[in-house]
């Protein structure tokens, strides 16, 4: 079975990176959805020293990635990067299930979740 959310090497390098700056390196990283934004669901990504039965747990490039349980089919076949430009670089957010995103660019919705929908 393949993993419900990608983790590109990039994403992994920075990641890795931002776990050694904060002192988190025995830290999981958390990816996940919550409601909110003015599409109705927002992204969520940090560090966690515990994890739940209930989280989908594996492994990409030496990071341990948990997913709840509500947002493993939310996510399910997302890829997680991160892109360097001249202006700066950051994380971005590949998920085939979202049908559509806000003008900002930080919330979405799927066909079956509408989440709960809030001013940008």
């Given at each position: 079975?393949?993993n419900?959310v990608?983790?590109?090497e990039?994403?992994a ?8 700056e904060?002192?988190e ?7 996940g959805?919550k ?12 560090f966690e ?11 990409q490039h ?15 076949g ?5 892109k360097?430009?001249m202006l ?8 085939p299930n979202a049908i ?9 919705r799927?066909?079956?979740?509408a ?5 940008c």
């Amino acid at each position: 079975m393949s993993n419900p959310v990608t983790i590109t090497e990039a994403a992994a390098l920075h990641i890795k990176d931002m776990m050694k700056e904060h002192e988190e390196e025995n830290a999981f990283l958390r990816v996940g959805v919550k409601g909110g934004g003015c599409s109705g669901l927002s992204y969520g990504m940090g560090f966690e020293h515990e994890k739940s039965e209930s989280d989908s747990v594996f492994d990409q490039h030496g990071i341990t990635v948990l997913v709840d349980k509500e947002s493993l089919d939310i996510m399910n076949g997302t890829v997680i990067d991160y892109k360097q430009s001249m202006l700066g670089g950051g994380f971005t957010i590949d998920n085939p299930n979202a049908i559509a995103s806000c003008g900002c660019g930080s919330s979405f919705r799927t066909a079956t979740n509408a989440g709960k929908p809030e001013e940008c």
